[in-house]
């Protein structure tokens, strides 16, 4: 079997795949349909532009509908950081400005239009001889390859600001789908770039063997990556936990703030009364504890309270509530009254919700892991 057969086979699982997956996010019910729908198009998207695999070896489309086939990946890129803010913002819409995301369709079309579309079939397939040596096809890539690297520069700085909102305003962080995403970006860059080189060699190379082998290691790429996508939404459905929009950067809310500026006196007060009720309250105790949350239990609007601890104490919320939870597992494991109660029951009963953010947190703190620090304290002890 050569390697041109063996990738119209691979592409057909594909294929099958894309489709299936499409129609699953299409019908499923969930609260973030605008994501999974976004998720949806990208798949048909990504099918129908590497389908030529499959089918070129048994009809021959004309000219125009590969082209158009061909130029559909432009949209991969605008869905996939579109498919990012649904995920990230629970109340995300559609508005008219995201019509400016079809300008990287648009552009590759109005590349080709003097020369391709606006002229007759015969002199369209003149001109896809020699396709590659053509000025519009260079000119394509390099635009094409540069509105993707903006593209992925945009998503990693959307989910810089997200990182930094889910630890200024969650005691919680694990429960959110920054990680999914995070690597979904990061697969995505790293497939971008293998195509691109591919791209690049069908300009510069001369070996069709070679070209044939990219193709061949592009397309399981492909598979590895979609199955990956299938077996994540197999085994997390509910992945998915969003933010607001309304959700500011504490920078953003000190650039806003009509906050009067406090004196240290009265500053120095509010920090301590803040100590106080942590330590006599204990809401850190509450696994699902939000910046909100507090402040309302508190008794301080959640801006000034998110200022007062981001800022002023400059810690983030989420490293506050967890110097806390540390804190209260370190008592709980010292204490020689409860030998009995397990390290998950430990890390549970002080707030947290997973056992690798938790252990993870306690080394950072104490150097070991709970285990370790039980052990040295018992043997301490005796």
Same mark, same amino acid.
């Given at each position: 079997? &050569?390697?041109?057969t063996? $990738?119209?086979?691979?592409?057909?699982?594909i294929?099958? /795949?894309? $489709?299936?997956?499409? /129609?699953?996010?299409?019908t =499923?019910?969930?609260?973030?349909?605008?994501?999974?729908?976004?998720?949806?198009i990208?798949?048909i998207?990504?099918a129908l %532009?590497?389908?030529?695999f499959?089918y070129?070896?048994?009809? !021959?489309?004309?000219?125009v509908?590969e082209?158009?086939?061909?130029?559909?990946?432009?949209?991969?890129?605008?869905?996939? +950081?579109?498919?990012?803010?649904?995920?990230i913002?629970?109340?995300?819409?559609?508005?008219? *400005?995201h019509?400016? %995301?079809l300008?990287?369709?648009?552009?590759?079309?109005?590349?080709?239009?003097?020369?391709?579309?606006?002229?007759? !079939?015969?002199e369209?397939?003149l001109?896809?001889?020699?396709?590659?040596?053509?000025?519009?096809?260079?000119?394509s890539?390099? *635009?094409?390859?540069?509105?993707?690297? /903006?593209?992925l520069?945009?998503? /990693?700085?959307?989910?810089?600001?997200? #990182?930094?909102?889910?630890?200024e305003?969650?005691?919680?962080?694990?429960?959110?789908n920054?990680?999914w995403?995070?690597?979904?970006t990061?697969?995505?860059s790293? *497939?971008?770039?293998?195509?691109? +080189?591919?791209?690049?060699y069908?300009f510069?190379g001369?070996? $069709?063997d070679?070209?044939?082998?990219?193709?061949l290691?592009?397309?399981? $790429?492909?598979?590895?990556?979609l199955?990956w996508? =299938?077996?994540?939404?197999m085994? %997390?459905?509910?992945?998915f936990?969003?933010?607001?929009?309304k959700?500011?950067l504490?920078?953003e809310?000190?650039?806003?703030?009509?906050?009067v500026t406090?004196t240290?006196?009265?500053?120095?007060?509010?920090?301590?009364e803040l100590?106080?009720?942590?330590?006599?309250?204990?809401p +850190?105790?509450?696994?699902s504890?939000t910046?909100?949350?507090?402040?309302?239990?508190f008794?301080?609007?959640?801006?000034e309270?998110?200022?007062?601890?981001?800022?002023h104490?400059?810690?983030?919320?989420?490293?506050?509530?967890?110097t806390?939870r540390?804190?209260?597992?370190?008592s709980?494991?010292? &204490?020689?009254?409860? #030998?009995?109660?397990? =390290?998950? !029951?430990i890390?549970?009963d002080?707030g +947290?919700n997973?056992?690798?953010p938790?252990?993870?947190?306690? #080394?950072?703190h104490?150097?070991l892991?709970?285990? !370790?620090?039980?052990?040295?304290?018992?043997?301490?002890?005796?």
């Open positions: 079997m &050569d390697k041109l063996i $990738v119209g086979t691979i592409t057909l699982v294929l099958f /795949f894309s $489709v299936l997956l499409s /129609f699953f996010l299409l =499923v019910k969930t609260k973030n349909k605008i994501g999974n729908r976004l998720l949806a990208y798949f998207v990504f %532009h590497i389908s030529v499959f070129s070896r048994y009809i !021959e489309l004309p000219t509908i082209m158009l086939r061909d130029q559909i990946i432009d949209l991969s890129s605008p869905l996939l +950081f579109l498919y990012l803010l649904a995920n913002y629970s109340d995300f819409k559609f508005r008219f *400005i019509l400016l %995301h300008l990287p369709l648009l552009i590759g079309i109005l590349i080709f239009a003097p020369r391709f579309y606006g002229v007759s !079939e015969s369209r397939v001109f896809t001889e020699n396709f590659n040596s053509k000025i519009e096809v260079k000119i890539y390099a *635009i094409g390859t540069c509105i993707t690297f /903006f593209y520069i945009l998503m /990693f700085i959307e989910l810089k600001k997200y #990182k930094k909102l889910l630890i305003n969650y005691a919680n962080t694990s429960s959110f920054y990680k995403l995070y690597q979904l990061l697969v995505v790293c *497939i971008f770039a293998f195509s691109q +080189f591919k791209q690049l069908k510069i001369s070996d $069709v070679t070209l044939n082998l990219m193709r290691l592009l397309i399981l $790429v492909l598979l590895g990556f199955f996508i =299938v077996l994540k939404s085994y %997390h459905p509910e992945l936990k969003a933010i607001d929009t959700h500011l504490v920078t809310e000190l650039n806003k703030t009509d906050l406090k240290d006196t009265n500053l120095n007060l509010q920090i301590q100590k106080d009720f942590m330590k006599e309250k204990e +850190f105790l509450d696994a504890l910046i909100q949350k507090l402040a309302h239990q008794g301080m609007p959640s801006r309270l998110s200022i007062l601890i981001n800022h104490l400059n810690q983030h919320f989420f490293d506050f509530i967890t806390y540390i804190k209260k597992a370190i709980l494991l010292e &204490d020689p009254f409860n #030998k009995k109660l397990t =390290v998950l !029951e890390l549970y002080v +947290f997973s056992k690798s938790f252990n993870k947190a306690f #080394k950072k104490t150097g892991t709970p285990t !370790e620090y039980r052990i040295k304290h018992c043997n301490k002890t005796n």
